[in-house]
Nanobody, 124 residues
Framework: QVQLVESGGGLVQAGGSLRLSCAVS????????MGWFRQGPGKERAFVAA????????TYADSVKGRFTISRDNAKSTVNLQMNSLNPEDTAVYYC?????????????????WGQGTQVTVFS
């Protein structure tokens, strides 16, 4: 089994930044596509960003493109999400997810393992 633990969430003023991290254990980290998703109040879980197994390919939701950056460190078995220029619409629980087979995708159902989530609250 694969275990994912997110950290780095918190309360931040609009325009500020946060860096989320996800520590992965239980299997070979470089075998997994990694993604970040978020679920805002009253909303369905939505794709934010994903990175390929090697880290060479990234993809982002349009709403975060240019503001968020996903990266991974295969030696440390971690994936990070640097979030800049945050606005209140970014308020959500952010989830880290791992996908064993195939290429980078943006669909929640494609991901096999999930963390418990970390709360990000942006106030104006």
């Amino acid at each position: 089994q694969v275990q994912l633990v997110e950290s780095g969430g918190g309360l931040v003023q609009a325009g500020g930044s946060l860096r989320l991290s996800c520590a992965v254990s239980g299997n070979i980290f470089s075998h997994y596509v990694m993604g970040w998703f978020r679920q805002g109040p009253g909303k369905e879980r939505a794709f934010v960003a994903a990175v390929s197994k090697s880290g060479g390919i990234t993809t982002y939701a349009d709403s975060v493109k240019g503001r968020f950056t996903i990266s991974r460190d295969n030696a440390k078995s971690t994936v990070n999400l640097q979030m800049n220029s945050l606005n209140p619409e970014d308020t959500a629980v952010y989830y880290c997810a791992a996908k064993r087979f195939g290429l980078v995708t943006t669909t929640t159902y494609d991901y096999d393992y999930w963390g418990q989530g970390t709360q990000v609250t942006v106030f104006s």
